[in-house]
């Protein structure tokens, strides 16, 4: 069963530019789509991004996604200390009957 | 507005089976494309996927706990079971679960306010 990989942790200064990784494989980034979520403390997951780089409406343009092989990448622009969250990558994996597989998401941290 | 809502046992003893029931609305499970996704969260820990069940009856399990998991929809009742068996303490998380949206099957939205479920003796 494969997983994608993110790093555990990021940080970042009001204002700045981050950018968050996410790293999988032929079966799963490489032949779908990935999803980005944000999940705050205490609270359910919310949609981020869909289908690499689309944002459900509500999300602010300061998100941004992009795709490139079997790795996919998230942007936040203009950080705000309201970004401190958890943040993971999701996306098919067509192996094994497919399945759905989460990274093991990357705690942003703003300084 | 889509809402959807985790109900079942807070406490479960190990060998035991969990049976965690999702009730939503503002969708139904009869419209192409559209499905009904089972997440879980051990505290403190990442999200890890569990099960999701399609508009059309197809099932999909996380292949590590596929022999353990099975999910089930009643389209007249707006709800999705999640049954879960030989629940042992690490499987202690919060469950969610999620509508799955038409964009893509690894795209959850929204999700309900999730329930934890604690595994002991």
């Known amino acids: 069963q494969s997983v994608l990989t993110q790093p555990p942790s990021a940080s970042g200064t009001p204002g700045q530019r981050v950018t968050l990784s996410c790293s999988g494989s032929?079966?799963?980034?490489?032949?779908?789509?990935v999803s980005w979520y944000q999940q705050l403390p205490g609270t359910a997951p919310k949609l981020l991004i869909y289908?690499?780089?689309q944002r459900p409406s509500g999300v602010p343009d300061r998100f941004s996604g992009s795709k490139s092989g079997t790795s996919a990448s998230l942007a936040i622009s203009g950080l705000q200390s309201e970004d401190e969250a958890d943040y993971y990558c999701a996306a098919w994996d067509d192996s094994l009957n497919g399945y759905v597989v989460f990274g093991g998401g990357t705690k942003l941290t703003v300084l | 507005q889509i809402t959807l809502k985790e109900s079942g046992p807070t406490l479960v003893k190990p060998t035991q089976t969990l049976t965690l029931t999702c009730t939503f609305s503002?969708?139904?499970?009869?419209?192409?494309?559209?499905?009904v996704g089972w997440i879980r969260q051990p505290p403190g820990k990442a999200l890890e996927w569990l099960a999701l069940i399609f508009w059309d009856d197809d099932k999909r399990y996380s292949p590590s706990l596929k022999s353990r998991l099975t999910i089930t929809k009643d389209t007249s009742k707006n709800q999705v079971v999640l049954t879960m068996t030989n629940m042992d303490p690490v499987d202690t998380a919060t469950y969610f679960c999620a509508h799955k949206t038409t964009f893509s099957s690894a795209s959850f939205d929204p999700w309900g306010q999730g329930t934890l479920v604690t595994v002991s003796s």
């Open positions: 032929s079966s799963s980034i490489g032949g779908n789509t």
């Open positions: 503002g969708f139904s499970l009869t419209t192409t494309g559209v499905g």
């Open positions: 289908s690499n780089n």
